[in-house]
């Protein structure tokens, strides 16, 4: 069902999937990948996850999607987790949903922004991460190839902010092309590209440059000592940044596992066998601890 919900007074749609056949359901909310709407991987993983007895929703952050925010497709990971602590509160504060079993999913860099909730947030019971981009400043230099590289962006970043401040206009290029040396992401990715996977209408694949420096300055490895919550990580070699999963999971000062399995960063979106394996895995954590 789609549902809105208020964040700092800024309207978030979202979709609340909950089983056929159980009041009171524990509660998890999802979010997916960098510049993602709902409808890119977190309605698959919730949907899957009411499936298995979950009230699970996803949500569009505030400028992205459905929801309401300005300026539009800015990549904030403050704002993200402001967000997520709303959501959180709407499901704690829905009818179906079992207010004191509530859990999280965070699926690639989601995964940094419901850790930075659940670091604060004692309502949230329970952890659980897909393919994991967790940085700080060292791995964003080994991610984007140099401490020059990171300056780079540090730099159109900036100057992307002031004219933000001084026009109000926001400079974009696009999140993923195969051609645009500019974009955030100069590569030929398939799940992005492809209408058949996650080049859809809903996602307009478009990056604003003043986000690099807040997205560059996150240090999502300095989270993993105030977790308390018991987690668990699933990820793959072949995926992205494990160093940096494996430097947050060892960190975290809860209960903790981490699953290694097979597949690229974008076989976890949306294809098989990698979300059934992922699903099963943050299923049972759930069930454990919540």
Known sequence: M????????????????????????????VAGTWTSVKELMADRYAQRLAERGYAALSFDFTGFGESQGEPRDVENPARKVRDIHHAVSFLAGHSAVDG?????????????????????DGRVKSLALVAPWLHDAAICEQAYGSADAVADKMKIGREA??????????????????????????????????????GIPAWPNRFALMSWVDWLTYDSIALAPSI???TVLVHSEEAAIPDGARRFHAGLAGPKDIVWTEGTQFDFYDREPQVTVALDTVAAHFARTL
Do not use: H, W
């Not at 749609?13 to 998890?28: I, Q, S």
């Not at 004191?100 to 850790?115: D, E, F, K, Q, T």
């Not at 002031?162 to 030929?188: H, K, N």
């Open 2 to 29: 789609k549902v809105r919900f208020d964040s700092d007074g800024v309207e978030l749609t979202g979709n609340l999937f909950l089983p056929a056949d159980r009041d009171r359901a524990p509660g998890v909310v």
């Open 228 to 230: 308390t919550q018991p």
């Open 161 to 198: 902010r002031s004219r933000f401040d001084e026009t109000g206009e926001v400079d974009y290029v696009p999140v993923v092309s195969a051609t645009d040396e500019r974009a955030a992401m100069p590569y030929d990715i398939d799940f992005y590209l492809n209408p058949a996977r996650g």
């Open 100 to 120: 004191n079993r509530l859990g999280a999913l965070g699926i690639c860099a989601a995964a940094m922004y419901m850790s930075g909730n659940a670091a604060t």
